[in-house]
Each structure stands twice: as C-alpha cells, then as structure tokens.
Nanobody
Framework: QVRLGESGGGTVQAGGSLRLSCEASEYMYCMAWFRQAPGKEREGVAGIERNGLTSYADAVQGRFIISIDNTKNTLYLQMNSLKPEDTAMYYC????????????????????WGQGTQVTVSS
C-alpha cells in the first residue's frame, strides 16, 4: 500500500513563504500537488516527473516551485509571494503518466493521495 504524508502547512501573512513536503513510501515516477479551498473543487497546482519535467497552474507560475528529492522519495512545494487566494488544503498525489496531467487530467486519475495540509494566508 502506497502511503503519502504531507507536512509544512501553516498560517502566514500575504507576501510570505511556506515549504510543503510530501514523503512517499515508495518510488513514484510522477507526483503532483493539488489544493482545495472551502466550497471549491480540487484543482491542480503543480506536477513533476523524475526526469525533471514540471508543470504549473497559471495562478502559481513564477511563485511556486515544485521539486523532488530522488534519494528520499520526497516531494516539495516551495511557495513564495503567497496571496490570500492561495488559502486551501494542499494535497500530495501520485502516480501520473506525465507532469502535465496535474492540469489536463482529473483528480480521479491519481490513485494515491495524502491526507492534506492546511495553508492559510492572511491579508
């Protein structure tokens, strides 16, 4: 059974930064971050393949950086210049055929999910 565990969420003021981590119990070729705000659908944030290919949602392009530590099977999301609209529960997900699947696919396409970590950005 694949296990994904997120950490690093919290409350930060607008303009601040947070770094999320997601530890996977085994190797996953492609991993991604999703988020879900209250009353809204879950949306893709960023995806990454082991070869380094990445994909970002327009709303976070240039502010968020997704990375993966191949030695630890750990996924990261560095979030900079945070805005109140970034407030959401953030979820780690795997596996996917390609990084762009976080944007062109559906959450149901990802078989493995973490429990989520809350990010709150105050204005």
């Amino acid at each position: 059974q694949v296990r994904l565990g997120e950490s690093g969420g919290g409350t930060v003021q607008a303009g601040g930064s947070l770094r999320l981590s997601c530890e996977a119990s085994e190797y996953m070729y492609c991993m991604a971050w999703f988020r879900q705000a209250p009353g809204k659908e879950r949306e893709g944030v960023a995806g990454i393949e082991r070869n380094g290919l990445t994909s970002y949602a327009d709303a976070v392009q240039g502010r968020f950086i997704i990375s993966i530590d191949n030695t630890k099977n750990t996924l990261y999301l560095q979030m900079n210049s945070l805005k109140p609209e970034d407030t959401a529960m953030y979820y780690c997900a795997a596996d996917c055929p390609a990084a762009r699947w976080v944007l062109v696919g559906q959450p149901a396409d990802f078989p493995y999910w973490g429990q989520g970590t809350q990010v709150t950005v105050s204005s």
